[in-house]
């Protein structure tokens, strides 16, 4: 019979996550392993730039795990969308179903209530093969029974009304393997037959697929890694052959396990580069460890919401929301503020206690080597790229138009009007574009090339603040009547 509804009705739905704040700074890549078992569609997982809005979205592309240790990317769906409350983000997961799992051995269940319960982790839902207790014929999935996921991320074998009467059942499987995912997944590469691109390959893919340029690289429970964190850094020039960006460095808290030891570390894993902001230690919270680089990551994109979507204000001395820090094993770091600032010296930004539990540093790993203001600040390093990528998206629309007077004229008074904006809005100290004939000879314009030269200057942070106190006898004798 046809249903009719007829009366007032209620329909309770899971308690939703506020939506998050949108941030316009430049995309933050995120690499990593998930729960693609626990994925909506796990073939559609893997190796593949998923932008995401919000932690339900997260979840149901890619899966959730409280395990950050095996399912990195999650504690970055964490951080950004239910921490900060800011996105989008795009996550791109390396675990490979068809290449890192394991078999399991066909185990006997006992029936309850209809339902089993497979307490194996990495379930592939498909790789299931179900039988009653005393036959050898496999039951059909969506005919004789579904399966589904728990909060803990076991199977749920609920059977149907057909095979409502079985007591026990036999199931074999398959799960993922986290721990087979090594560097080079992470790494990846260009497959020479197919064409394929797999790991930090796809930053180049970022902007064609999204529409947007990459702001930050991340990679938590990877980037402490040597190698991992070389081609990070490498991968943040030239993107598309015109973009860049940074990236978010952690130093291994095992090799590192107080702040004297973070100098060594930094210098003999080489982060020196000017696109590396290199962090340590690691942050508790909520009772789970995260790697520094996804807490620090959602933050600097919260800050760069928070100034429309320009990042031009330092990510140092803001709360980060967690409730201390910590090394991998879980001990506690208790820094003061010399020994946050000596760090700070070396190139490395840390957390400080003042009212809660806060980002410390503005110098990105080129410091002290590199004074330069530009690459230096990480404030002003990532202006400079998010300027650079601006003009970039912008100007490319005139590309190719007549180069005579009035297009040189257009773009040098669309880049001036655009400075003077920001200058206005106190985001700038200045901004100016120029065209000098000079620097465009004939023979460049018969070659199609015009050059124009713009300088921008983004506020350095006011690191050091100097209040100079002396003892005035005077403010004395007049507090007590002065002399009579």
């Known amino acids: ?44 997982a893997v190796n593949q730039l998923i932008m995401v809005s919000s932690y339900e979205e997260a979840v149901e592309k890619l899966g959730y795990s409280e395990d950050y240790e095996k399912y990195t990317l999650c504690q970055a769906m ?69 399966t589904s996921f728990d909060g803990d991320g076991n199977l749920i074998i609920t059977l149907l009304l057909e095979t409502s009467d079985v007591m026990k059942v036999k199931v074999k499987s398959a799960s993922i393997a986290p721990e087979m995912v090594t560097e080079a997944d992470l790494i990846g590469g260009v497959d020479v037959k197919t064409g394929k691109e797999t790991g930090f390959e796809l930053i180049r893919r970022v902007y064609p697929r999204c529409g947007k340029f990459p702001g930050l690289i991340l990679a938590p429970g990877w980037s402490h890694k040597k190698n991992v964190a070389a081609v990070m850094a490498a991968k943040c020039k030239e993107i598309n052959g015109t973009f860049r960006c940074e990236c978010l460095i952690d130093i291994d808290t095992e090799a ?3 702040y004297a030891d973070c100098a060594e570390e930094k210098e003999k894993n080489g982060l020196t580069s000017e696109c590396m902001i290199v962090l340590w230690p690691m942050a508790l919270a909520g009772g789970k460890i995260s790697y520094y680089s996804a807490i620090y990551g959602a933050m600097a994109a919260q800050t760069d919401a928070d100034n429309d979507s320009v ?4 990510p140092s001395n803001k709360l980060l929301g967690v409730d201390g820090a910590v090394l991998k094993d879980g001990t506690e770091i208790y820094l003061d503020q010399p ?6 010296a070396e190139g490395i930004v840390t957390m ?65 009007i655009r400075g003077n904006s920001y200058v206005q809005q106190g985001k700038f100290a200045g901004i100016r574009m120029e065209y000098n004939k000079e620097e465009n000879k004939v023979g460049d314009l018969l070659e199609g090339k015009i050059q124009v030269r713009q300088y921008i200057a983004p506020f350095t942070p006011a690191e050091y603040i100097l209040n100079i106190l002396a003892f005035d006898p005077s403010l004395l004798e007049n507090a007590l009547g002065g002399s009579k």
């Open 311 to 314: 990042p031009t204000v330092s």
């Open 352 to 416: 400080l206690n003042n009212e809660g539990m806060r980002s410390w540093g503005n110098n990105t790993a080129a410091y002290p080597y590199v004074t330069d203001t530009k690459d230096r600040w990480i404030n002003c390093r990532r202006a400079f790229s998010w300027w650079g990528n601006t003009f970039i998206a912008i100007c490319h629309k005139k590309v190719d138009d007549p180069a005579n007077y009035r297009l040189i004229e257009s773009i040098v008074d669309a880049e001036n």
């Open 256 to 258: 590192a396990g107080t």
């Open 78 to 146: 964490d951080a950004y969308l239910k921490l900060f409350l800011v996105g989008p983000i795009v996550l791109c997961n390396v675990l490979d179903p068809a290449k890192h799992k394991k078999e399991n051995e066909e185990k006997e269940y006992e029936v309850v209530d209809g339902q089993v319960t497979v307490d194996v982790e990495g379930i592939l839902p498909d790789s299931v093969v179900v039988k009653k207790e005393s036959e050898d014929t496999a039951l059909v999935k969506d005919v004789d029974y579904i």
């Open 1 to 44: 019979m046809k249903e009719y509804k007829h009366g007032a009705y209620v329909r309770e739905v899971g308690t939703s996550i506020a939506t998050p704040r949108k941030n316009e700074a430049g995309l933050h890549v995120i690499f990593g392993t998930s729960p693609v078992n626990m994925a909506a569609e796990p073939g559609k």
């Open 339 to 344: 020994e946050a600032n000596a760090l700070n």
